[in-house]
């Protein structure tokens, strides 16, 4: 059972525009969820995280929107730029331990 | 920041060896690392949690004896794919957990690697 379902597959996005990637998850025991940000040929970076006792976090350009009753989460990307070109994860786990990955959203940010 | 390096980047050897991956964590202690793998276009998937001085916990699927973990010291774990062949060229990943209560200026509970290419012909 995937505990973790990512969607869009894919998402093109005009310079300047929003990028939304959305994950719903399973397990109600988890209670970290990070999004990670992935270049071809390299290991995946951390975007920015949240914890379930908030709604919503912002860093920059990046926000996450948690939804607790519906057991989902997203992540905006503001004013999107081309070097956001890249595979976009999100995961979930609990106690800091494993880890559980969606299956991946590729950006591309068109100029 | 903390930084985990792993070794080599890129490897390519013949069907029937035995590669050997480093991952080390260079400016933290890491009780616990996990090893990924990713295939072209798909997500990550964990093959193995190891904690220093005691045995990988593999998870399911995955041949405890064909990939052999090992995590030596508090910065050191070594992942060593046996008789390699074409199937399990892939892209594999390690991360590193500081432990706990003692490395809290860590912003990340996990540190990821550059990962490891690995061809197999």
């Known amino acids: 059972q995937q505990q973790v379902k990512q969607s869009p597959q894919s998402l093109i996005v005009q310079k300047g525009g929003i990028s939304i990637i959305n994950c719903a998850y399973e397990?109600?025991?988890?209670?970290?969820f990070p999004w990670y940000q992935q270049f071809p040929g390299k290991g995946p970076a951390l975007l920015i995280a949240?914890?379930?006792?908030?709604s919503e976090k912002k860093e920059g350009r990046f926000t996450i929107s948690f939804n607790k009753s519906a057991k989902q989460f997203s992540l905006h990307i503001m004013d999107s730029q081309p070097g956001d070109s890249a595979t976009y994860f999100c995961?979930?786990?609990?106690?800091?331990?494993?880890?559980?990955f969606g299956s991946g959203t590729k950006l591309n940010v068109k100029p | 920041g903390a930084v985990v390096s792993q070794h080599p980047s890129w490897v390519i050897c013949k069907s029937g060896t035995s590669v050997k991956i480093e991952c080390r964590s260079l400016?933290?202690?890491?009780?616990?690392m996990f090893w990924y793998r990713q295939f072209p276009k798909q997500s990550l998937m964990l093959m193995a949690t190891?904690?220093?001085?005691?045995?990988?916990?593999?998870e399911q699927g995955v041949e405890k004896d064909k990939f052999l973990i090992n995590h030596a010291s508090l910065t050191l774990s070594t992942l060593t794919v046996t008789s390699a062949h074409p199937e399990d060229s892939s892209f594999y990943i390690c991360?590193?957990?500081?432990?706990?209560?003692?490395?809290?200026?860590?912003?990340?509970?996990?540190?990821f690697g550059d990962g490891t290419r690995l061809s197999i012909l």
């Open positions: 991360s590193a957990r500081a432990r706990s209560g003692v490395d809290r200026s860590l912003r990340q509970p996990q540190h």
């Open positions: 397990n109600t025991a988890f209670d970290y």
């Open positions: 949240i914890r379930p006792d908030v």
């Open positions: 995961a979930a786990s609990w106690g800091f331990n494993k880890f559980y």
């Open positions: 400016d933290f202690q890491a009780t616990t």
């Open positions: 190891s904690n220093e001085g005691s045995k990988a916990t593999y």
